[in-house]
């Protein structure tokens, strides 16, 4: 199966600050999500993006298929932000399974 | 309001007892999903369902079962035969097909006695 790794593992910003999140994959993917898990264990869905740049709201992702990698970029970080952000690729078999990475632990400062 | 609903929200084992997690979701999706979550890591699929009466393993399936007799339910049972149970377990649903999203349930955090 795919490989989904992600870095850097844990993270800490001051509020306000900017940041870039990384996600590669392993093989060609159909799709790759993001999802932000807060601290009460909500997955939250972020993106749906399998190629190209989406923006919502200080949140936006780009996607490079033929380069198998994903960014996450959170612009003026608030503390809610605070929390663990997660790639996760569909294989192109059959199975349509998401095969996650290990998370990116986010922590914002006041 | 549509959504996946979990039950409960903790749960507790005793040695040796089976028990079973709640999923249901009334967004006429056709996959269902399970995952489970360990301390620091990402998920892991254990079972999908892609449609009624028909299920599949993930990659961690050993100690578990489900079942799934109605589209809007697929609820998991931890084993005794599953030796390390205590985890934070993660169903999701989707429309079955190429480049669906899945959408989460809040989960539900079984912890052995």
């Known amino acids: 199966g795919i490989q989904v790794e992600q870095s850097p593992p844990d993270l800490i910003l001051q509020e306000g600050a900017n940041s870039t999140l990384r996600c590669n994959f392993s093989?060609?993917?159909?799709?790759l999500q993001w999802f932000h898990q807060n601290p009460w264990g909500q997955l939250i869905n972020l993106f749906y993006?399998?190629?190209g740049t989406k923006q919502n709201g200080r949140l936006s992702a780009t996607t490079v298929a033929t380069e198998r990698y994903s960014l996450l970029y959170i612009s003026s970080s608030q503390t809610t932000d605070s929390g663990v952000y997660f790639c996760?690729?569909?294989?192109?078999?059959?199975?349509?399974?998401?095969?996650f990475g290990s998370g990116t632990q986010l922590t914002v400062l006041p | 309001d549509g959504g996946i609903t979990q039950s409960p929200k903790y749960l507790f084992r005793k040695e040796g007892q089976n028990v079973t997690l709640s999923c249901e979701q009334n967004?006429?999706?056709?996959?269902m999903y399970w995952y489970r979550q360990d301390p620091g890591q990402g998920l892991r699929l254990i079972y999908y369902?892609?449609?009624?009466?028909?299920?599949q393993k993930g990659d961690i399936a050993e100690g578990y079962s489900v079942s799934r007799e109605k589209k809007e339910s697929f609820p998991l049972t931890v084993t005794s035969a599953q030796k390390n149970p205590t985890a934070f377990y993660l169903c999701?649903?989707?429309?079955?097909?190429?480049?669906?999203?899945?959408?989460f349930g809040d989960g539900t955090r079984l912890s052995i006695l």
């Open positions: 993006i399998p190629s």
């Open positions: 093989d060609s993917v159909n799709n």
């Open positions: 999701a649903s989707s429309i079955w097909g190429e480049n669906q999203p899945q959408h």
């Open positions: 967004l006429n999706h056709d996959a």
């Open positions: 369902s892609q449609i009624v009466n028909d299920f």
């Open positions: 996760a690729a569909h294989s192109s078999g059959s199975a349509r399974q998401l095969t």
